[in-house]
């Protein structure tokens, strides 16, 4: 798993590419999220474009960044989910908490709303 960073309009954005199964990828994730929280940005996108697969901890990775994020005053959108990761989503009833959009920059500019 890579992970790449960028801002758009002082939104955060996670570029995930690879297998979201666990470690370090979950470390990963968290590091980057406390990264941007360090530069007062907590609105975050997590680009799910380039994740190939997704299992049970990948879930939770997740879910454990949108606590984190919430609970930091901040709010998590998801985008590009692909169709793999999409029905184990709607599997886990996930897809009921996540807001997600088709690309980063919709998700991005869904802060301003």
Known sequence: MT??????DHVGVLMLKGKLMGEPATSQIRDEIKSF???????????LRGVSWMN??????????????LNAGGDLRLSGVTEKV???M???KLIRI????????????????
């Open 86 to 88: 999409r029905s184990l």
């Open 37 to 47: 929280f360090g530069e007062n940005i907590k609105n975050i996108v997590i680009d």
């Open 98 to 113: 996540f807001k997600t959009y088709e690309n980063v920059e919709e998700a991005a500019a869904s802060f301003k709303k």
């Open 56 to 69: 049970s901890l990948g879930m939770g990775a997740l879910m454990g960044a949108y606590t984190t994020i």
């Open 3 to 8: 992970i790449k960073t960028k801002t758009i």
């Open 90 to 92: 709607m599997i886990t």
